[in-house]
Every structure is written in C-alpha cells, then in structure tokens.
T-cell receptor
Framework: DAGVTQSPTHLIKTRGQQVTLRCSPK?????VSWYQQALGQGPQFIFQ???????QRGNFPDRFSGHQFPNYSSELNVNALLLGDSALYLC?????????????FGAGTRLSVL | SQQGEEDPQALSIQEGENATMNCSYK?????LQWYRQNSGRGLVHLIL?????REKHSGRLRVTLDTSKKSSSLLITASRAADTASYFC??????????FGPGTSLSVIP
C-alpha cells in the first residue's frame, strides 16, 4: 500500500518564476492538504482540497493556488516566486468519512528560490 | 498567530529518561494530535486525543488533555536515541483545517 508520494523531492528556482508541486494521496484517501514549513518552524496550513474543490485556506496570498484531480491527486502552484517561498512543502492526505483528520504526510518537496 | 504553542522549544535528555513536552492552544478544539518529524522529513502521526478525553496511552507515549486550561502534554517514557526528532501538537478547529504548533526539538543522548 503506497503512502503519500510527492514530486519532485528537490527544486531550485529563481525569483519571479512559477513552480508546480505534485502529490498523490495514500490509497483510499480523498482529502489533500498542503503545508509550508520553513526551517526550524512548524508546518503552516496553505489549503485543503476535497472533491476537487478548495475547502479551506490558510493565510497565504493568491500566488498560491492548487488543484485536485478526479483520482484525488493534487498540485500546488506558486507564481511569482519570492526568496521567502524557500521552504519544505508538505502534502498530507486523509479520509473524510472517518470524521477525524489524521494527516498522513509525504516526504515533502524542498524548494529553494535564488 | 499559532493556534498551538509547544514548550519547551528544545529538550536534551539522556537515554532512558522521560521526556515531557507541553502544548497550549487558544480556541476550542475537536481533537488534539501529536506528530513526530525526523530531520526535515514528513511528519508521522503519533496519537490523537479527543476533546472529551483526559488521558490516552500508546506504547511508551502518554498524552493528557486539559480543556479548561487549553493545554496538553506528551510524555515519552524510557527514551531512546531513536526518539530524537521534532514533536508537534496539532489542533483541528474543524475537519478541514489542522493547525500545527512550532514544535519541540528533542535530543536523546545515548
């Protein structure tokens, strides 16, 4: 049973560029959440997707957008990259029918913006 | 600002000792969870305690929850070097939003 997979594992971009990160949820899961984790900090909630719609959003600008596909996989897009966007981006999946939001995390994508 | 705040920020103990980490939060919650993260990798769920529970055990882990004080504690007994990691509490205000604290960095010295 595959867990949550994220790609790529590492990414280097320059300021102003755009980036797309990908996530495949754990088998059987229908909900995907994205987090940004700066070095030495806790994960910051970006948004959550369920049934292909953004259900909840954290305090992140519109430069951060996402998508969920019919197979429950998800993408995180960041436009006009800033140096401060350098972080570990974590995807987590969960199963909505349980009513309990235990998050299963992928290993993350390390984004460096130069 | 963070919904949850862990205390202490960093903790260093000898192998075999107990480690206690605390978490305080600000608003009413449905559940409180604890996660572990090894050196910049993904987080791993450890234990969940519901708002109507006061204490829960899982192996060497013991979690308490005091909703009147809006606080929780995680106790790891008989610590091992492999327990070295960052530990985060997470509160869910609703199913669709889980908020993590800044974490406690635990070092267990062999």
């Amino acid at each position: 049973d595959a867990g949550v997979t994220q790609s790529p594992t590492h990414l280097i971009k320059t300021r102003g560029q755009q980036v797309t990160l990908r996530c495949s949820p754990k088998s059987g899961h229908d909900t995907v959440s994205w987090y940004q984790q700066a070095l030495g900090q806790g994960p910051q909630f970006i948004f959550q997707y369920y049934e292909e719609e953004e259900r909840q959003r954290g305090n992140f600008p519109d430069r951060f957008s996402g998508h969920q596909f019919p197979n429950y996989s998800s993408e995180l897009n960041v436009n006009a990259l800033l140096l401060g966007d350098s972080a570990l981006y974590l995807c987590a999946s969960s199963f909505s029918a349980t009513g309990i939001n235990i998050q299963y995390f992928g290993a993350g994508t390390r984004l460096s913006v130069l | 600002s963070q919904q949850g705040e862990e205390d202490p920020q960093a903790l260093s103990i000898q192998e075999g000792e107990n480690a206690t980490m605390n978490c305080s939060y600000k608003t009413s919650i449905n559940n409180l969870q604890w996660y572990r993260q090894n050196s910049g990798r993904g987080l791993v769920h450890l234990i969940l305690i519901r708002s109507n529970e006061r204490e829960k055990h899982s192996g060497r882990l013991r979690v308490t929850l005091d909703t009147s004080k809006k606080s929780s504690s995680l106790l790891i007994t008989a610590s091992r070097a492999a327990d070295t990691a960052s530990y985060f509490c997470a509160t869910d205000l609703s199913y669709d939003k889980v908020i993590f604290g800044p974490g406690t960095s635990l070092s267990v010295i062999p």
